[in-house]
């Protein structure tokens, strides 16, 4: 039986409606932008693998240094003990985080990251003798797949079954360009009513991504971060998609005037060789948490928190972004993105397309609405599966997020794709 015939047999995947699904295409073997199949086909990987991936895959010196770890030291419980990769990379990466950012708490993945981050939140007020546990969010923002990370989302096809058991969260639109002033409006409304129960704001910085590729507008976007901190209200930027270089600089937060109090990450942290999660915090959040009574502790960890070898990842992937000018890399794909909108934006089967950092996103023009379940989805996906790129389209939203060594040719591979197939649109 081939890989892909023996998964059918006893795996379940995630996303997937295991009765319609096609066979999962078995990957072997992985080398830069470019995967490798059993069955002796190559593919070009134009979604970094679920957003994780940056330096490419299998990249060696990501490998050699895993393995130097693995063979030195593969866990560690990491309370009261500590290891050389989990300092190392919190020093390296506190640096690099928006202004103000002191403290690196691990966990595994980006919900829980999220899930750290409410908590804290939460508990940040709790310990000071206060109760607020109310969040604003935005709709359609995408936060994760555990219950709290699934609450602070917008209500969805992924939350349906579970809607009953979410607790309440209050939404406000995203700052998308056309939405601005509904957006602040709505955000101004709750802080005059109920500022005192709210813990925390949580957003994706410029760019929801799972929503479908949002671009949101950074002034405005800034301002109601300065309102919320105005009023005492905790600001979690949820970087887990965002996070090194996907917007351009290396976090888009800095594409605001004002620093988030708590910093999500995930995904590309390790370069996308390992699970790891982080939640920064500033030193006021930290500091709330000191306390000779037992109670103020936070009680939260996981038993991969602060893997070695994922940390080890995470500290070859920052040490990469120095010796191979990884920003700079974003910065030419944005280029080539800007080019390649000059000359296709006007396709009369797209109705929009845009832009930020590495991804590129299109709206396909569809006679059936738009939404995730949009059969868009799957043709699109089909029609460039069969022409060696792989993409997972979010509804009739077709989107490019390549790692950053992808080569230039590769990347002209793939728009001649796009025009291929929004040619056969009309
Ligand atoms: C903004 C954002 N937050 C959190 C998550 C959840 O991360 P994970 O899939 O690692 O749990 C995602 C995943 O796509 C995300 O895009």
Redesign the pocket.
Known sequence: MSLSERDLQVIWHPYTQMQTAKPPVAITRGAGAWLYSEDGKEYLDAISSW?TNIHGHAHPYLAEQIYKQASTLEHLIFAGFTHAPAVKLAEMLLPLLPEGQSRVFYSD???TA?EVALKMAIQYWSNQGLTRTRFIAMKEA????TFG?MSVSGRSAFTKAFDSLMFEVDYIEAPVPGNELQALAELQVLLNDKSKEIAGFIY?PMLQ??AGMRIMQAGTFSEMINLCKASGILCIA?E??TGFGRTGPMFASEYFQYAPDMV?L??GLTGGMMALGVTTSSEKIYKAFLSDDRMKTLFHGHSYTANPIACAAGVASLELFEKEKTLEKVSAIATLHAAFIKKVGAHPALSSIRTIGVVLAMEIKTGEGTGYFNNVRDEALNYFLERKVIIRPLGNVLYLLPPYCISEADLHYIYGVIILYLDSRL
């Open positions: 957003w993945n980006g919900s999220v995408y936060h994760g797949d990370a994706e991504g799972t949820d887990v998609m999500c995930s995904k």
